[in-house]
Nanobody, 124 residues
């Protein structure tokens, strides 16, 4: 049974930093893509970043490019999202997701596995 468990959310002032973690278990993730999505109240879930587990190649939403960094630790089966220069508009529940698929990786509907989410709140 695949499990994705997020941690690291919290309350931070604008301009601050947080690092989210996603511990993955239940299958081999080689060949999978891991991603972070976020959902603010009253808004649709939106793509933040993904990383291909095998190659380490990454992609980011324009809104976070240059501020967020996605990475993975193969030995720990964990994916991270380092968030710097946080803005109030980054406030959302952040979800970790995984898919064995290879296309449309910025679309939530393409992901089979999801974590429970972790709240990130950025105060102005």
């Amino acid at each position: 049974q695949v499990q994705l468990v997020e941690s690291g959310g919290g309350l931070v002032q604008a301009g601050g930093s947080l690092r989210l973690s996603c511990a993955a278990s239940g299958r081999t993730f080689n060949g999978c893509t891991m991603a972070w999505f976020r959902q603010a109240p009253g808004k649709e879930r939106e793509f933040v970043a993904f990383i291909r587990w095998s190659s380490g190649s990454t992609s980011y939403a324009d809104s976070v490019k240059g501020r967020f960094t996605i990475s993975r630790d193969n030995a720990k089966n964990t994916v991270y999202l380092q968030m710097n220069s946080l803005k109030p508009e980054d406030t959302a529940v952040y979800y970790c997701a995984a898919t064995p698929g290879s296309f449309y990786l910025n679309q939530a509907r393409k992901y089979e596995y999801w974590g429970q989410g972790t709240q990130v709140t950025v105060s102005s």
